[in-house]
């Protein structure tokens, strides 16, 4: 006969808090004492724990599942990409107006970064289109005439 179903939760803290007052139920003592074996007895003998072992069948349906990748949408990397290359704009123009030579050097070296951010994120792009068979075609619109 299988026990009513009653499930609580409690926090880590609680159950120190329930231990450390002597309101849990459970005698942690036997539960230190007890062998592999008398565990393994318990738990083939326990009418609310599952069939063990498993019958042959049991994984018969079973379908492994992987949680897919999260990857950033095409719009959000089409706008990651638009705000790099509105960077590199700026650093280009600041490079053209300075004189001064540790300034140059520094706005060479983030233009560089800008550069490889934005091919970065352009091979990203790539990559989402070939996944996803996305094709960079114009879209067919046509016009009903109001006739």
């Keep these: 006969m299988k026990k009513e179903e009653h499930i609580v939760s409690y926090t880590a803290e609680q159950l120190d808090e329930m231990i450390a007052s002597g309101e849990s139920q459970t005698d942690w003592q036997r539960v230190a004492s007890m062998t592999d074996e008398e565990i393994e007895q318990n738990a083939e003998t326990d009418p609310d724990s599952p069939q063990y072992p498993y019958p042959d069948d049991f994984w018969q ?53 800008c550069k490889q951010e934005i091919e970065r994120i352009k091979k990203t792009i790539n990559n989402y289109h070939e996944n996803n068979n996305i094709k960079n075609i114009e879209p067919n619109i046509q016009l009903k005439s109001s006739k």
């Excluded at 290359?85 to 300034?103: D, F, G, M, P, V």
Aim: a negative charge.
């Design 61 to 113: 349906d079973a379908e492994l599942v992987s949680p897919k990748k999260q990857t950033m949408s095409q719009e959000k990397l089409e706008q990651t990409k638009n705000k790099w290359e509105e960077k590199l704009t700026h650093y280009e123009y600041e490079l053209a107006i300075t004189s001064n030579a540790s300034q140059k050097f520094e706005l060479r070296a983030r233009i560089e970064e």
